[in-house]
């Protein structure tokens, strides 16, 4: 099986590098996204002290409502992760930029529900 998934990855390109391009667009696509929002900062905010290049794979936002975000989202469709106060969305390969946009729209909607 894994010599299976290395032969895909070679015939598309999915090099370590273009992985990690693709990964620093989309996180970068959220964060701009998520920034145009304009939420108040108590209630939804991010890291801006640690450059977009420097974040892995999760844009990490902090909440007080991370539990209660997460699980509104999950009844829309976007899956999250969350640790303590801080949801956390890690966008993958398989996500398209319409799908990126659709999870910020999601979490607007969530937002906007009483806590």
């Known amino acids: 099986r894994a010599e299976a998934v290395f032969a895909f990855f ?3 390109g999915l090099t370590a590098q273009a992985l990690r391009r ?3 667009c989309q996180v970068g696509r959220l964060a701009a ?5 304009d939420v ?3 209630l939804l905010d991010r890291d801006r002290s640690v450059g977009l290049e420097a974040i892995g794979g999760f844009l990490s936002l902090e909440t007080p409502r991370a539990p209660q975000l997460s699980e509104a989202l999950r009844t829309r469709g976007v899956s999250t ?3 303590g106060s ?3 969305l890690g966008p993958a390969p398989y ?3 319409a799908q990126l946009d659709e999870s910020v729209s999601c979490l607007a909607e ?3 529900e009483p806590a």
Do not use: F, G, N, Y
């Open 33 to 37: 996204a998520i920034d145009a929002l």
């Open 86 to 88: 801080l949801l956390r």
């Open 81 to 83: 992760d969350v640790r």
């Open 22 to 24: 693709l990964s620093q």
């Open 95 to 97: 996500v398209t930029d």
């Open 10 to 12: 070679a015939e598309h």
């Open 110 to 112: 969530a937002l906007a």
């Open 40 to 42: 108040d900062p108590a």
